[in-house]
């Protein structure tokens, strides 16, 4: 079965001052997996963040991403549009910003749609700061239970 990590928005808009970006930039570039399958936010003048929450960040597209992928999705949600793009017969590690949100919102997609998944919660953060980290860890822990992973487990991807 294919090892593939799925980068969740991990891009420098998303950069927090505790130092979680370049750590988790570090696992992407350091990690030994089948394939790497990023996403990546956009925003637009007629999005839902707009209208309900007056976010109007990346409005002028994104920055180009810092690591290296194999393929690419930019999403306008907290989720994806169409998660038919991502094999079925794959095991996927998910990272990425923002912990209670698009992360979180990520996976439980694939929980879902019946996909063999875990999230990796050290590799995860939000840029809001380790506040609003732990209550989407503590929402990731209550509704995916053993899919949730700390502290070294699959440390570093990799083939089996």
């Not at 399958?37 to 409005?59: E, G, R």
């Amino acid at each position: 079965m294919n090892k593939i990590l799925l980068a969740v928005d991990v891009q420098p808009e998303f950069a927090d001052k505790d130092g979680h970006y370049g750590r988790i930039l570090d696992f992407i570039k350091n990690s030994r997996y089948d394939e790497i399958v990023a996403t990546q936010c956009v925003n637009s003048p007629n999005s839902a963040w707009v209208k309900y929450q007056n976010w109007t960040n990346l409005m002028d597209g994104a920055k180009p991403l810092e690591f290296d992928y194999d393929r690419k999705y930019e999403k306008k949600g907290y989720g994806m549009d169409d998660y038919s793009v991502l094999k079925k017969d794959a095991h996927y590690d998910i990272i990425g910003f923002n912990t209670g949100a698009c992360v979180l919102k990520v996976a439980l997609d694939l929980f879902d749609r019946g996909y063999d998944f875990n999230v990796l919660a050290d590799y995860c953060y939000s840029d809001s700061g380790a506040d609003h980290h732990k209550k989407g860890l503590w929402t990731l822990n209550n509704l995916l239970g053993n899919a949730v992973l700390r502290s070294g487990a699959r440390e570093q991807g990799g083939k089996s």
